[in-house]
């Protein structure tokens, strides 16, 4: 589609996030509203603490997009993570979602020196250490 086709990009723009934004905020009352037995049993399924999944939710969907680019700018490929590994990508998602150094990642990945730094800050760290560890070691 042209410019020219899309007169209002901007407004498109802002009436999209507004529509993710109350998407969101539906699911979230949704989940608050849940009783207390079937929010625990919703966690027990994914096999996470009550207060992690709790966290998990008021944090929203794209509490981990750090991940994939930290794992590209560490040579790891998510794919093949995915396939081999799935039970430790998805740990590392919730790691990762409930991360506190959300600003100092972005900075670092934007800059290009995550794969030099993250250590002094993921949480993910040594897992991700031990996936560059070959299995004989």
């Not at 560490?74 to 991360?99: F, H, K, N």
């Amino acid at each position: 589609m042209t410019a020219q086709e899309k007169p209002y990009p901007v407004v498109e723009f802002v009436i999209d996030t507004f529509a993710d934004w109350l998407k969101y905020r539906r699911e979230l009352t949704e989940i608050r509203e849940m009783d207390a037995v079937n929010f625990d049993h919703i966690a027990s399924d994914l096999r996470i603490s009550s207060a992690d999944l709790d966290a998990l939710v008021r944090r929203g969907p794209h509490a981990a997009d750090e991940l994939p680019k930290m794992l590209r700018a560490l040579g790891i490929d998510q794919a093949d993570l995915a396939r081999t590994e799935p039970l430790v990508l998805r740990d590392m998602e919730r790691v990762c979602s409930l991360c506190s150094h959300k600003r100092q990642c972005g900075h670092e990945l934007a800059a290009g020196t995550a794969a030099a730094h993250y250590e002094e800050y993921c949480a993910n760290a040594p897992t991700i250490n031990g996936l560059s560890r070959p299995a004989n070691q």
